[in-house]
């Protein structure tokens, strides 16, 4: 019952925010300043899950792309990033990634009889920052050990 109480509060206090509804931390409910390849239109919030996504299937975390930056304290003090700074080339590195997967979709895939698969950060980093060379010969049972016939 006591949670209702600040949703309320919010309401009355910004009646033309549909954000309201939920309570984030005043961080979160900010617009971000530096997008250039996703929406404009996404919260901080939003991104903050598709940056969930490109964390993971990267194998990283936000530092790979990210700096810290005392001007952006956490609350426990410690500092927090400035994630509108582009100062990380693997930011900008990912940029371009994020370019490239959109046109991919869009243009390839989509010409795909009945696609359903869309490509994403994962399919080719499967968790790492550098994608790793496909080889064959690694997914193939050695053949020593399977095809020579035992006496
Ligand atoms: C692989 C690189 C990469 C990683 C890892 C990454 N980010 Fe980002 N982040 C970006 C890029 C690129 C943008 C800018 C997107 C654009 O220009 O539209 C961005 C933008 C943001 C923004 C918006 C900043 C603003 O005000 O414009 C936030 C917030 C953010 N990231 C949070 C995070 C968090 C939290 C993590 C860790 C969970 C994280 N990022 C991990 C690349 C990354
Ligand atoms: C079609 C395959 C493919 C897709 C999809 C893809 N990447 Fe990449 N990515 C690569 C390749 C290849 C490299 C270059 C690796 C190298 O040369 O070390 C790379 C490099 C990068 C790097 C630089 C790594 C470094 O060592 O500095 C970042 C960051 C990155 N990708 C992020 C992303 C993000 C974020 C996405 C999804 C929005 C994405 N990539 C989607 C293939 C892909």
Redo the contacts with the bound molecule.
């Keep these: 019952m006591a949670a209702l109480v600040p949703v309320a509060f919010a309401i009355a206090a910004a009646p033309s925010q549909q954000a309201a509804q939920s309570t984030p931390p005043v961080s979160e409910s900010e617009s971000?300043?530096?997008?250039?390849?996703?929406s404009k239109d996404l919260t901080?919030r939003q991104?903050?899950e598709i940056?969930?996504d490109?964390?993971d299937a990267?194998g990283?975390?936000?530092s790979?792309?990210?700096v810290r930056d005392m001007d952006h304290p956490l609350p426990n003090g410690r500092p927090g990033?400035d994630?509108?700074g582009d100062s990380k080339q693997?930011?900008?590195t990912?940029?371009v990634m994020?370019a490239m997967t959109e046109e991919i979709n869009a243009r390839y895939v989509a010409a795909v009889p009945n696609s359903g698969i869309p490509v994403t950060c994962g399919t080719c980093h499967r968790g790492h920052l550098s994608p790793v060379p496909f080889n064959s010969a690694e997914t193939k049972t050695p053949v020593n050990s399977s095809n020579t016939a035992q006496p």
């Design positions: 971000p300043k530096n997008l250039q390849v996703l901080v991104v903050k940056m969930d490109w964390t990267l990283v975390d936000c790979t792309c990210h990033y994630y509108a693997e930011k900008r990912a940029r994020y």
